[in-house]
């Protein structure tokens, strides 16, 4: 089912992943350090604000597809394989794929990239830490995927030529 279309309406709709941090306060966002509790329970709020959002725009509109996977990635991004993500615990085939596809793209991106409460991570420190979260955080058959392009997705982080879950879906498609 991975084909051109679909890629790029993966494309597309990726960049709505956190959609819902526009109903996050500032203070949560922007704070340099870690969140307290609290904090972070708001913060993971942003998953189910973003899918509702998007589930009212689908509802209202011809639904083309589009907006089912904007909605599949927003509700399910912080979902972990092993069940002990957020917002539902949802847990393996039971994530969309679109989902976890934008997972591992979305840690390797946040982990490559500077920010106010952190720094950025090499390609190497970045790579371990998806390898080390296959089967727990990550489907491990995706891991295995992102293994076998991680330098492409070195290249890209560098360059900012495609999106990293364009490359993880180029490599799955030919497999």
Request: glycine share 8%; aromatic share 8%; charged share 25%.
């Amino acid at each position: 089912f991975i084909n051109h279309e679909y890629i790029q309406k993966l494309r597309l709709a990726s960049t709505l992943h956190d959609i819902g941090k526009v109903g996050i306060p500032d203070e949560i966002l922007l704070k340099p350090g870690r969140l307290a509790e609290k904090e972070r329970k708001i913060m993971q709020q942003h998953a189910v604000i973003g899918s509702r959002c998007l589930r009212e725009i689908r509802d209202r509109l011809e639904n083309d597809g589009f907006l089912a996977m904007a909605y599949n990635i927003a509700i399910g991004h912080h979902e972990h394989w092993d069940g002990n993500g957020y917002p539902y615990g949802v847990s393996g085939v039971e994530i969309p794929f679109e989902a976890r596809v934008v997972a591992i793209a979305d840690v390797y991106d946040a982990l490559r990239s500077q920010r106010v409460y952190k720094d950025s991570m090499s390609h190497e420190q970045a790579s371990l830490i998806i390898r080390q979260g296959s089967g727990t955080q990550f489907d491990p058959e995706l891991v295995g995927v992102f293994e076998r392009c991680s330098e492409e997705f070195k290249a890209q982080s560098q360059h900012a030529s495609q999106e990293p879950e364009i490359c993880l879906l180029e490599r799955i498609r030919e497999c």
